[in-house]
């Protein structure tokens, strides 16, 4: 019997389409099978091989990104003492060498293994499938890093003390702070990339969404726009979280000025006033601005503004530029209103927040002055080591002024608790705040709260004293205070662990390859399941690779580079049978089929590097590294492979041109256009000056345009593979 199912299986592999194009496939049972069906099986089963290969790469990528990380301590003469050595902690691989080499090699060891797998199954000769997915791809090292005990402090500081926000709360807003502020690498995008597709454990700390509407709100760092904000001393008081609202309906927009209060000099000529929406974003919403006398006259002061505005689809913020009049003449401070309102029939769709009205003040710059505290009592906590009071001057900043201050205690004891000041403080001509530092001494003994004064005096250069003269600094015993701090500095380390890419042990790898989202249910959306449904038997199957905590990262990277290898073999075969099926020649099933799902990780990866990062560079930063490798080693390896087997046999290694000439020519041509564009847009008001984003509708055409080239690049090599172009190369 089965020497009978052994004849039958050699003749059918005879017989049927395509049965001689692979090295480990087809199966005989096709035989029996149509070839519209067949095509239709390879392709679904390309697709979930290449969902593997994106997976199985994402360990190889985090076992680099572990060796590359890695540091070492050296010893150093101390410049300052003779026979002292000091320690520095310093990494083993410098950042340029990482990213040209293993970084480099890691994102494009699919192809180059192709490659290779591809020239030693065709006996030696050149093949086009390999080759075909080696131009450069179409988009472009940090570990979670520590943090100071004063940055926690400071941050704790500026959340206010009467928030209702849970320590944990605190903590992830903290590690959310950090963690937008760390340095990533190419990899470490890439990683997010192939993460994003299949469901896993995000690099990025997700937010649910009370929290992450209150850090856009009140955490995340704003642009600085050349005038003052609320957080600003001309602006009004600090914010705090106990101030913010929170919107419960999600299903409507809400608007409302980022601030209600601004200041400008009257030398700016400008103040930039910010709108902005929470709650539902997909839709365009136009809102009204209105501006409103006050001890201020349009025309006079300020020009008047009366006109409306639209937020695009998915847009939150909207910055609005109000000329300021400068006359070079002295006059007091000067106020105007802004407000804000719905034009008629945008009530369905928004609705008004809190601050629908914002004052705006005009400073005058052309006296001397005011000079004054900026606030009338100061807290501090016994442990800060300095406290620092600010001195506003206000209602001019023309010339040299200066005033002196002194200490004075009230329970407080000069030299005990603090350290007792008599100085001078100077501003120049534009100057407008200075800071005045004495250090606290903290003697770590349960005490009451203590005070002293600090009290301004002698104004010099036409300045007057302001409004408030005297300052009393509150000492706050703080032993409390610390121990909520140190709770929370675990549980930000705690959350900044989980962005790690070094997994320690099997059974965190296999936690996080059956759980969604690396079992962060809270933030997990629909794509974060259905991503880990279609990839799960991968997940599992690579949560046997070793631990990148085991050998430094070196085993992770042997292992996994081993299943890319049998991965990359078997997507060469299916590759070239289905192109067979659906009689596509290799070279087309290489630029379009297997280079799209080789680039899909990168794809997404740049998408998040252009959201993440501060500039444009990292969406397209491989450029030099990953592009230079797939095109070097995807090709160079593999041809000096053949060569040196040719070689041994005295025999010349050919590799005819093919239409791989012409496919790199248009590809070229292509190249050039899309450079020239980001140039158009890095200098064109139109697009916003910028690389990345701007303006709705020429971004749009930007990126409807970039998809024609890659759809041209494919016709065109199309065409030309078919006989339809001459090309002789």
Partial sequence: MSDEFSNFTTISCQKFKCSARGLLLPFGIEACMSIRVRAVLYFIFLLYLFLGIAIIADIFMSSIETITSRRRKIRYPDPGEKDKYLTVEVRIWNDTVANLTLMALGSSSPEILLSIIEIIGNRFEAGELGPGTTPPDHDETGSPRSFRKDELLQFLRDLGQTTNLSLEDKAQLFAAKLSESMHRSRMQYRIQGARMLTGGKSLFLNLPDKLQEIYERAVKPQPFDGCFSADH???????????????????????????????????????????????????????????????????????????????????????????????????????????????????????????????????????????????????????????????????????????????????????????????????????????????????????????????????????????????????????????????????????????????????????????????????????????????????????????????????????????????????????????CLVELKDSITAISFVALGTSLPDTFASMIAAKNSKTADDAIGNVTGSNSVNVFLGLGLPWLIAATYWESKNLPFTVKAGDLSFSVLVFSVCCVLSMSVLILRRYLGVFGKAELGGPAIPKYLCSIFFILLWIGYLTLSGLQAYGHIKWQS
């Fill in 233 to 579: 001393p001309f602006g009004g008081r600090k914010a705090t979280l106990s101030k913010i609202e929170i919107n419960d309906d999600p299903r409507m927009a809400v608007l409302e000025f980022a601030s209600s209060s601004y200041a400008v000099l009257e030398r700016e000529q400008r103040v930039t006033i910010e709108v902005v929406r929470y709650g539902l974003t997909n839709s365009v919403i136009h809102f009204r601005l209105d501006t409103i006398d006050g001890t201020a006259t349009a025309g006079e002061d300020y020009v008047k503004l009366s006109e409306e505005f639209k937020m695009e689809r998915g847009q939150q913020e909207k910055r609005i530029t109000i000329h300021v009049i400068d006359d070079n003449q002295w006059e007091p401070d000067e106020t105007f209103f802004v407000k804000l309102s719905l034009p008629e029939g945008e009530e369905s769709r928004a609705k008004l927040g809190s601050k629908t009205i914002a004052l705006v003040t005009i400073i005058n710059d052309d006296e001397p002055g005011f000079i004054g505290f900026e606030e009338s009592i100061t807290l501090v906590k016994e442990s800060v080591g300095k406290v620092e009071i600010k001195l506003l001057r206000v209602n001019g900043a023309d010339g040299r002024v200066s005033v002196h201050y002194r200490t004075k205690d009230i329970d407080a004891v000069a030299t005990r608790d603090y350290e007792p000041a008599q100085s001078e403080i100077i501003f120049e001509h534009g100057e407008i705040s200075k800071i005045i530092a004495i250090p606290i001494m903290n003697d770590l003994e349960a005490e009451k709260d203590e005070s002293f004064a600090v009290e301004l005096y002698d104004p010099t250069g036409g300045a007057q004293l302001g409004k408030h003269t005297k300052t009393v600094v509150t000492i706050i015993n703080d032993d409390d205070y610390k121990t909520m701090a140190n709770r929370m500095a675990s549980l930000v380390q705690v959350d900044m662990d989980k962005l790690s890419v070094t997994k320690t042990s099997w059974g965190q790898q296999f936690r996080d390859a059956l759980n969604v989202n690396g079992g962060d249910l809270e933030t997990a959306k629909m794509g974060h399941y259905i991503g880990h449904a279609l990839a799960f038997f991968w997940k599992v199957l690579f949560a046997f690779v070793p631990p990148t905590a085991i050998a430094g990262g070196w085993l992770t990277f042997f292992v996994s580079l081993l299943f890319i290898a049998l991965l990359t073999a078997v997507v060469g075969d299916v590759a070239a049978i289905f192109g």
